[in-house]
C-alpha cells in the first residue's frame, strides 16, 4: 500500500482571504481494496491526565511514558475519521463530535471540503460505537442531518445499548450525558440505520471485527488483504504509548476495563504478526502506521514520518 502525506488549504475562499490565512490539512491518503483511503481530521479531544492515568502503577507508568513528552495536566488526543471512497460510494467511518462536544473537536467540514467531499456526498457512515466525539456530527446546530443523503450502519449489539432507556441509568454518572445525546442522534437516523454483527460485510469489501469492550458493542473494519490489509480500529486501541506498552493494563476510557484490555493484545497480536495497517481514531500522524513488537509490547509506527 503506497501512503501519501500532502498538506491542502480549506477555508472560505474570499472572505477567508479577507479575514485570515487559510486553515492547513495534511492528509494521508492510500489506496487499498479497490478503495482511496483518506485520513481526515475532526480536530481533537482536551482531557485530564487522570482519564488515562488514575489507578495505575506510577513509577512504571512514568518510566513509560517518558519518551513521549506528554503535557503534564491535560492531554489532547487527535480525532480521525476514516473516509473511503470509489467511483460508487463516498464511506465516511463515524460522524465526528459535532457542535455540541467541546470546543476544540467538531471541525470535520472544514477536514472533507480540504479532501473535495462535501456533506451531501457522502453516501455511507459506519458507526465503530457511539461515543460522542464518533457519533455526535450526525447532527448540526439546528438538529437537521449534517450528511442528508447517507445510509447509516451500526452494530447490533451497540444500537441495542444506546437506544436501551436504561442505559443512562447504569452506565454512570459521568457517562450519563453520553447516554441521553446518543440515544436523541439515534432516534433522528433510526429510518436509515442498517444493522450488522461481526464477521458481516458491511459493504463491499469491508467486513465488521468485534472489538467489544471500549463500549458494549465496539466494532472494528477490516479491508483487504495481506500485507496491504487495513484495520479501521475505532477506539480499541485509543493512544500510542499505553495501549501499545502495556495493552494488558486497563484503560480509563474503556467502560468494560477489562475486556478492553483483552481486546487490545487480541488486536495487537494480529496486526504485528500479519503486518496489517491500523487506522487508529486517537493516534498521532493522522492515525495510520504499522505495529511492531518492542519487549514485552509494541510500538506504532506511523506512516506519515
Known amino acids: 500500500m503506497k501512503v501519501n ?32 483511503f ?23 507508568l512514568a518510566q513509560i511514558l517518558a519518551p513521549f513528552d506528554l503535557p503534564k495536566d491535560q492531554l489532547a488526543p487527535p480525532c480521525n475519521l476514516a473516509l473511503l471512497r470509489n467511483g460508487e460510494r463516498v464511506i465516511l467511518f463515524d460522524a465526528g463530535a459535532g457542535p455540541g462536544f467541546m470546543p476544540s473537536a467538531g471541525s470535520l467540514s472544514e477536514s472533507l471540503d480540504a479532501a473535495g467531499v462535501t456533506p451531501e456526498a457522502v453516501t455511507d457512515v459506519v458507526f465503530t460505537h457511539g461515543h460522542p466525539d464518533h457519533l455526535w456530527g450526525v447532527l448540526d446546530d439546528f438538529d437537521d442531518l449534517v450528511f442528508p443523503n447517507a445510509r447509516y450502519h451500526m452494530g447490533q449489539v451497540e444500537w441495542d445499548y ?87 493494563w486497563a484503560s480509563g476510557s474503556d467502560q468494560d476495563p477489562e475486556r478492553g484490555a483483552e481486546t487490545r493484545q487480541r488486536l495487537l497480536d494480529r496486526l504485528a504478526d500479519e503486518q496489517i495497517w491500523l487506522m487508529g481514531f486517537h493516534l498521532p500522524q493522522g492515525g495510520l502506521g504499522r505495529i511492531e513488537r518492542r519487549g514485552e509490547g509494541y510500538r506504532f509506527v506511523g506512516a506519515a514520518r
Do not use: C, K
Open 162 to 248: 444506546w437506544r436501551d432507556p436504561a442505559t443512562v441509568d447504569t452506565i454512570g454518572a459521568a457517562r450519563a450525558a453520553f447516554a441521553v445525546g446518543a440515544a436523541r442522534r439515534l432516534a433522528a437516523i433510526e429510518d436509515r440505520v442498517t444493522y450488522f454483527s461481526d464477521g458481516d460485510e458491511v459493504l463491499p469489501g469491508i467486513m465488521a471485527q468485534a472489538s467489544f469492550g471500549h463500549t458494549p458493542g465496539h466494532m472494528s473494519f477490516l479491508l483487504g488483504s495481506g500485507s496491504d490489509a487495513l484495520l479501521i480500529g475505532g477506539d480499541a486501541i485509543g493512544n500510542h504509548h499505553l495501549a501499545f506498552a502495556r495493552p494488558g
Open 5 to 36: 502525506r500532502r498538506t491542502v488549504l480549506a477555508g472560505m475562499g474570499a472572505t477567508a482571504l479577507a479575514h485570515g490565512p487559510l486553515r492547513a490539512f495534511a492528509l494521508t491518503s492510500a489506496q487499498i481494496g479497490g478503495y482511496e
Open 38 to 60: 483518506v485520513s481526515v481530521s475532526d480536530g481533537n479531544l482536551v482531557l485530564p491526565r487522570s482519564f488515562f492515568f488514575e489507578g495505575l502503577p506510577q513509577e512504571e
